[in-house]
T-cell receptor, first 113, second 113 residues
Framework: ETGVTQTPRHLVMGMTNKKSLKCEQH?????MYWYKQSAKKPLELMFVYNFKEQTENNSVPSRFSPECPNSSHLFLHLHTLQPEDSALYLC????????????FGNGTRLTVT | SQKIEQNSEALNIQEGKTATLTCNYT??????LQWYRQDPGRGPVFLLLIRENEKEKRKERLKVTFDTTLKQSLFHITASQPADSATYLCALVFSNTGNQFYFGTGTSLTVIP
C-alpha cells in the first residue's frame, strides 16, 4: 500500500452528472495535490493544498472543484465534464511544499461519456 | 516555458544489461531532480532524488547523475531484471516557482528475459 488511498478506482460518468473523487493519506503529510495524467502527456498539476489551505490552482476549469476538509482528506468534485476530461486522476501527498518526494495514490480512471 | 524531454517513449533491453534513461531540460536548472517509477494502473512511486550540487546518487542497482552544464540527468539500472519493466518519470523541482514539480512524459522500459 502506498499510504495514499483513492476511491473509486474507476468512474464512468455522463456529461451532466455530478460525482466526487476521494483521497485519504495516512502518512501525516501537510501537503496534498491533485494531478491529471493523460496519455502521452506529462503529469499536470491541478490543485495544491498546504496545511488545508489551497495554495495553487493551475488554471483549472471551474467544472473541477477541490475540497480539503482536513490535512488527511482531499476531494475533487466534478460536474458537467467534457469527454476530453477523461484521464487518470492522481492524488499525492508530501511532507511539505519543499523538495519532499510525492507519495501518489493509484488514481481514479475517469471516463466521461 | 520549461521543457522536459525523456529520451525515447519506449526502451527495450536484454535482461542483465544496464538500462540508461535520459531526462533533458531547457532553460533554468532545477534545485532538485527526482525519478519515479510507474507501473500500469498504479500511481508513480518515488525512487531517487538528486540535488543541483550533486553529481551522482546511488541506491542499490540504481544510479542517477545530474549535469547542469548539459542540462541532463541520466538514470541507470544495472543488472536489469524483467521486474524492472515499467515507465520511469523524471521530475524537476524549481525553488523559484514555489517548489512546483515539472514532470517529463516518461520512458517505458521493457526488460526482455
Amino acid at each position: 500500500e502506498t499510504g495514499v488511498t483513492q476511491t473509486p478506482r474507476h468512474l464512468v460518468m455522463g456529461m451532466t452528472n455530478k460525482k466526487s473523487l476521494k483521497c485519504e493519506q495516512h502518512l501525516g503529510h501537510n501537503a496534498m495535490y491533485w494531478y491529471k495524467q493523460s496519455a502521452k502527456k506529462p503529469l499536470e498539476l491541478m490543485f495544491v493544498y498546504n496545511f488545508k489551505e489551497q495554495t495553487e490552482n493551475n488554471s483549472v476549469p471551474s467544472r473541477f472543484s477541490p475540497e480539503c476538509p482536513n490535512s488527511s482528506h482531499l476531494f475533487l468534485h466534478l460536474h458537467t465534464l467534457q469527454p476530453e476530461d477523461s484521464a487518470l486522476y492522481l492524488c499525492a501527498s508530501s511532507q511539505d511544499r519543499g523538495n519532499s518526494p510525492l507519495h501518489f495514490g493509484n488514481g481514479t480512471r475517469l471516463t466521461v461519456t | 516555458s520549461q521543457k522536459i524531454e525523456q529520451n525515447s517513449e519506449a526502451l527495450n533491453i536484454q535482461e542483465g544489461k544496464t538500462a540508461t534513461l535520459t531526462c533533458n531540460y531547457t532553460n533554468y536548472s532545477p534545485a532538485y531532480l527526482q525519478w519515479y517509477r510507474q507501473d500500469p494502473g498504479r500511481g508513480p512511486v518515488f525512487l531517487l532524488l538528486i540535488r543541483e550540487n550533486e553529481k551522482e546518487k546511488r541506491k542499490e542497482r540504481l544510479k542517477v547523475t545530474f549535469d547542469t552544464t548539459l542540462k541532463q540527468s541520466l538514470f541507470h539500472i544495472t543488472a536489469s531484471q524483467p521486474a524492472d519493466s515499467a515507465t520511469y518519470l523524471c521530475a524537476l523541482v524549481f525553488s523559484n516557482t514555489g517548489n512546483q514539480f515539472y514532470f517529463g512524459t516518461g520512458t517505458s522500459l521493457t526488460v526482455i528475459p
